[in-house]
């Protein structure tokens, strides 16, 4: 499978929120990772076929999505950011509601919702009304909801928001689960929802794409360029003015900073391994 942007821009007004997007999705795990308004939810909704391009076009199998209708949208599943629930529903009874809008009869739909509500291991609460769920049960929900046509490109708009800790780590596990065999896009701001099992990574910033590619090829872009350097505290406010400083942590009789610098910063600096919250600093707080 090949989904393909070509070129795509997309106006609101005089506002360009995409611009000239040019990329190839195929088969794995794709973390888009951008600050809020960076143009995720648009590339997604155009991806959905939601929205039109204002330019450009998106070919999936080299056919536009446009001409694809229904053909697209049963390989399709689509977690919206700002998903709608209904918290009188019971999860069986909403998941139920779906599959007849996505066509199931109701002779197959219930074991195929056992089996999804088992895949995200909601099969114990599935007599529960919605309202009752936790935030990360909900989301497993709307995970539940976007695979019941089993979709062979599933695309997830910023599920970890308002997650807690705990359950995203489930999350986390249960998308690399299911993500075998199928294309996955999943949008976020949170560089550990993806860090392990993100097969590339997109960076996304003011509707174009930044810096893309496997996290092992992205990192070593930063290869010798990150430090670390314990100074007095006194002295830390000084170093901001003249680094690019990723973080500081204190300790009791001073501080260590991490920072971007080509060739080494100070005398007392040590290089240290980029990791993946640099990779993302570094997209993001380009100045230049
Ligand atoms: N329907 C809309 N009408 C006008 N402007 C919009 C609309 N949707 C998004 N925007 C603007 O487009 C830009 C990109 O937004 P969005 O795609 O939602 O980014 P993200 O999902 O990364 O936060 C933002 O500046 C946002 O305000
Ligand atoms: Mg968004």
Request: aromatic share 10%.
């Amino acid at each position: 499978m090949e989904l393909q942007l070509e070129n795509v821009s997309k106006n609101y007004g005089t506002l360009r929120a995409l611009k000239q997007v040019n990329y190839t999705f195929t088969e794995g795990i794709y973390g888009l990772l951008g600050a809020n308004g960076s143009g995720k939810t648009t590339m997604i909704r155009l991806l959905c076929n939601l929205q039109k391009p204002t330019e450009g076009r998106i070919l999936f199998d080299g056919k536009d999505i446009k001409k694809a209708g229904q053909n697209y949208r049963s390989i399709l599943g689509y977690l919206p950011q700002d998903f709608g629930y209904y918290p009188d529903f019971t999860c069986y009874k909403f998941l139920f509601y779906i599959a007849t809008l996505k066509g199931f009869s109701k002779k197959n739909a219930p074991d195929r919702i056992i089996e999804v509500l088992s895949q995200v291991d909601l099969l114990d609460v599935k007599d529960k009304e919605i309202r009752q769920l936790s935030g990360g049960m909900r989301q497993r929900l709307g995970i539940a909801q976007a695979i019941l046509n089993d979709p062979k490109l599933l695309i997830l708009d910023e599920p970890t928001v308002g997650v807690d800790p705990q359950e995203r780590v489930k999350f986390r596990n249960l998308v690399h689960r299911i993500a075998h065999g199928r294309t996955v896009i999943l949008s976020t701001h949170i560089v550990s929802d993806i860090e392990y099992t993100a097969t590339q990574l997109l960076f996304m910033r003011l509707g174009q794409i930044v810096g893309s590619g496997t996290p092992d090829s992205l990192l070593q872009q930063l290869d010798g360029k990150i430090w670390e350097c314990s100074v007095p505290f006194g002295e830390a406010d000084q170093y901001y003015d003249k680094f690019k400083i990723i973080s500081q942590i204190n300790h009791e009789d001073g501080c260590t900073l991490r920072l971007f610098h080509e060739g080494k910063p100070m005398e007392a600096a040590k290089q240290v391994k980029a990791n993946l919250e640099d990779l993302y600093l570094y997209h993001f707080d380009k100045t230049k």
